[in-house]
């Protein structure tokens, strides 16, 4: 905010409109009362007085993260109606994102049970056949030397061994 701008409403003592989010809420700026001119008094003003500000103090809905931040001195400039409809856009893909990984992780899912079953049905059906070697998986049979946790094991146990520290004389180093 501009230094004439500041004295005009320190002057004339009104609040101004900052903005507005996209449900129609106003949000306003009233000069500071305080010895400090840049901690004005920031204000939300519900569209509806009654049931919206009990939605938003129940937790039922929530104000923009901008316009909070903007309310709590956290951002300097109000954010505007092009940066509110941006980080819609980017919350809608976002949760689009979500639901395509959701379903892949229900499709593995379902994948991985079908082939289970399919393994103990061929076993369980055919128990007089010869057995068949199931593929072996390379991270199981032979451990990575690089692997840190298998060294971990190997090495030592969680027990603390027995430490004392060294006196130091003066004199020897």
């Given amino acids: 905010m501009s230094f004439l701008k500041r004295f ?7 609040a101004y409109l900052a903005g507005r989010d996209l449900e129609g809420n106003r949000f306003f700026e009233y000069p500071s009362t305080t ?18 500000l009990y939605q938003y103090a129940s937790g039922g809905r929530n104000l923009p993260v901008q316009w909070m931040m903007w309310l709590t001195h956290s951002r300097q400039q109000a954010p505007t109606t092009d940066e509110l409809r941006a ?12 639901a395509m990984i959701a379903e892949r992780e229900r499709q593995n899912q379902a994948g991985i049970t079908a082939g289970s079953s399919e393994r103990s049905q061929h076993h369980h059906s055919h128990p007089h056949d010869s057995p068949q070697a199931e593929p072996a998986h390379p991270e199981s049979s032979h451990p ?25 004389r003066r004199g020897h180093a």
Avoid at 35 to 52: E, I, N, S
Avoid at 144 to 168: C, F, L, V
Wanted: net charge positive; aromatic share 8%.
């Fill in 87 to 98: 980080d819609i856009a980017r919350k809608q893909r976002v949760q689009a994102n979500v």
């Fill in 35 to 52: 010895a400090d001119p840049r901690r004005t008094r920031r204000v939300v003003k519900y569209r509806d007085a009654g049931g919206d």
């Fill in 144 to 168: 990575s030397p690089s692997n840190p946790w298998q060294k971990a094991k190997e090495q030592s146990s969680d027990e603390p061994e027995a430490w004392s520290p060294r006196a130091i």
């Fill in 8 to 14: 005009w409403q320190t002057f004339t003592g009104r």
